[in-house]
C-alpha cells in the first residue's frame, strides 16, 4: 500500500501484519487467486481517509477478505476474515486491528466457531491454548454493548487493549509478543486448513454455509465500525462482502 495518505511520516500501523497474512496465504492455500472487485469497492476515498479492499479465494477456502482503513493518525484498522470451503467445518479465521487517534489501540484475533458445542471446540480451538497462555494476562473482555462472546468466540480470543498506541512495545514487528502471537495464530490455523478432511455430505456443507452466513448477519448487526465507516463514507457504500 505504500505510504499513510497523510504522507511518509506517518506510518501504516498494521501494514507488516497485513503484508505478513498476504504472503502467507500465498505460500500455504493452494490455488489461491484475487477475485475482481469493481473500482468503487476497491479503493473508497474521503474526508483524509481511504479504505482498501481486497477478496481472494482458493481451493480450500471459500474466500478471505481484506480490509485496511487509513485515516492517518486519526485512525487506522486492519480486517480480515477467512471462511473454509463449507467441505470443512472449520471456524472462521478473524483478524481486527484498529487504532484510534494517537493513544488507542484494540487488537482482536480469533478462530471464531460455527457453534459452541463443547466437542466442536475442543477439536477446532484447544490448540491455541499453549499460545494464548503467553499473552492471556494482557487480554481483556469484549463490551457487551456490541457483542456477545458466546456467540462466535472461543475461549482464546485475543482480546488486546492499549493506550500507547504506535508506541506500544506487545505491537513492534518483530519482538512484541503480539506479533508473535498473531504469527502463530495464523500459521496453527493454515496447516489445521491444510490438513482438515472434508465432508461432501450436501446437508454437512449446508450447515457449515448457514453458519458462515449466520456470522456475517450477527457481524453486520453489531460490529461498531460500520458506523466509523458511515462517518467517512456515507451510508451509500456497499462493501463487496455485502
Known sequence: MGSSIEGPDVNLLYGAYMDHFWVTLKEKVPGLRAVDLLPEYRVQKARKARVHNWLLSGDRVRRVRFTYFDGGAAGQAFNSL????????????????????????????DFQPLTQEPEYLERHTSMLAPVYERIREKCGHMSSKFFDETQFFSKY??????????????????????????????????????????????????????????????????????????????????????
Not at 86 to 96: E, F, N
Not at 216 to 233: G, M, S
Open 82 to 109: 477467512l471462511y473454509p470451503d463449507p467441505k470443512y467445518d472449520l471456524p472462521l479465521l478473524g483478524i481486527d486491528l484498529l487504532s484510534f487517534g494517537s493513544n488507542k489501540i484494540l487488537c482482536v484475533v
Open 157 to 242: 480470543l485475543v482480546f488486546y487493549r492499549s493506550s500507547l498506541g504506535a508506541k506500544e512495545p506487545t505491537l513492534h514487528v518483530p519482538t512484541g509478543r503480539l506479533w508473535e502471537v498473531y504469527l502463530e495464530y495464523v500459521d496453527i490455523y493454515l496447516k489445521a486448513l491444510n490438513n482438515a478432511e472434508g465432508n461432501e455430505d450436501p446437508d454437512a456443507m449446508a450447515y457449515v454455509q448457514s453458519r458462515q452466513d449466520a456470522y456475517d448477519q450477527y457481524n453486520a448487526e453489531r460490529d461498531p465500525a460500520i458506523k466509523l465507516f458511515n462517518t467517512y463514507f456515507g451510508t451509500e457504500v456497499i462493501y463487496p462482502w455485502n
